[in-house]
């Protein structure tokens, strides 16, 4: 499942400031100049668009240059597609330049949003200054109050066009893991891993930071390893079946006179009992893997009582500084246990080559 998530709230409400500010001392400027309403307007955009550079100019001079050298890039769109095809284009060309402008630096399918989403609301704020400089309720400002007031209004409106950039897609990579397990895994293993992702869920909303990627590494882990338990080598046989065989091998070469047949019940005896020691060897790995799981588990669980009394942010932070981050270092620690003992699993020589 995946969600939109908002990204750097004090850097979006840093940015309207600024814009806003900007926007309205723009406009004064335009008004002081006597420029008309695509005057006003443009102020409007070269404010937003200065203000929001302003504004993130901790992202370095480089950025905060890029932004300055679109004004101009702007000004160009909007006086030629207006001289082209009239004042609604060359208004759209200059909303399509500010809504990518004011989202520099982002890339894929929030670059195509910044376009069409932020160059719509760019547009919408334009068409909100031109409204502020016909009203009627505005005809007795003097210019320059006139002018500010339009620009500062285009400017409040293109703080939308701020969205691309700050709205992320996040991926729920604990649901992808918990849908990417294969439907025929061990019912005891598919019992673990319901008990781990239980944890997640009651636990997860009360964490941040630190604390919330860790259970989510290590639940994450936990999947992983399942995972690998499903695709792991699993013996034909039973160990008892294949006991059963050797007994009855051991029976047939004691009740047989002929030396042919005895000699042919031997290979076949010692060819079982190389597959005996590869099931035994396997049974081992798997026990031995499955107990980290339940360790896993029993530690996961742990650590939802030790977060049980965590409320706040702060003071989740706190524990995770302390020993909640130690409880899930032991999840880890058991994950790559059972990562081991899967790894010895996969090297378990098999029959053929044991016999060798």
């Given at each position: 499942m995946s969600t939109l998530s908002f990204h750097d709230?004090?850097?979006?409400?840093?940015?309207?400031?600024?814009?806003?500010?900007?926007g309205a001392g723009a406009g004064t400027v335009a008004g002081l100049a006597g420029v008309g309403v695509e005057g006003a307007l443009f102020a409007g955009a070269a404010g937003a668009l200065l203000g929001a550079g302003w504004a993130d100019r901790a992202a370095g001079r480089v950025r905060l240059a890029a932004r300055a050298a679109l004004v101009?890039?702007?000004?160009?769109?909007?006086?030629?597609?207006?001289?082209?095809?009239?004042?609604?284009?060359?208004l759209a060309a200059l909303a399509v330049v500010l809504g990518v402008a004011l989202n520099l630096g982002v890339r894929g399918w929030r670059l195509a949003a910044a376009a069409a989403v932020g160059g719509a609301i760019a547009y919408v704020g334009g068409f909100a200054a031109g409204q502020v400089m016909i009203a009627r309720e505005t005809a007795a400002l003097p210019g320059w109050g006139e002018a500010a007031l339009a620009a500062t209004a285009m400017s409040i409106v293109c703080v939308a066009a701020l969205l691309p950039r700050h709205l992320r897609l996040v991926t729920d990579a604990v649901a992808a893991a918990r849908r990417a397990l294969p439907a025929d895994i061990d019912g005891e293993v598919r019992g673990l891993l319901d008990r781990g992702h239980a944890v997640w869920d009651q636990v997860s909303p009360r964490l941040d930071g630190e604390g919330r990627t860790l259970l989510r590494d290590g639940v994450l882990r936990l999947y992983d390893l399942a995972g690998r338990w499903a695709r792991?080598?699993?013996p034909g046989e039973t160990f008892e079946a294949l006991t059963a065989r050797v007994a009855e091998l051991d029976a047939r070469i004691a009740a047989t006179r002929d030396d042919v047949a005895r000699a042919q019940y031997v290979e076949a005896r010692a060819a079982v009992a190389?597959?005996?020691?590869?099931?035994?060897?396997?049974?081992?790995?798997?026990?031995?893997?499955?107990?980290?799981?339940?360790?896993?588990?029993?530690?996961?669980?742990?650590f939802r009582l030790a977060a049980a009394h965590l409320e706040t942010a702060s003071a989740s932070r706190q524990a995770t500084a302390g020993g909640a981050t130690a409880l899930l270092a032991e999840v880890n620690a058991d994950i790559?246990?059972?990562?081991?003992?899967?790894d010895e699993l996969a090297a378990t020589p098999g029959p053929a080559e044991g016999a060798a």
């Open positions: 709230h004090q850097g979006f409400h840093r940015a309207a400031g600024w814009m806003v500010v900007a101009p890039l702007a000004a160009l769109a909007f006086v030629g597609a207006r001289e082209v095809a009239g004042g609604h284009v060359g792991a080598d699993r190389d597959q005996l020691r590869y099931v035994d060897g396997i049974q081992q790995s798997r026990e031995r893997v499955l107990a980290r799981l339940h360790a896993c588990v029993a530690t996961l669980e742990k790559d246990a059972a990562g081991a003992a899967l």
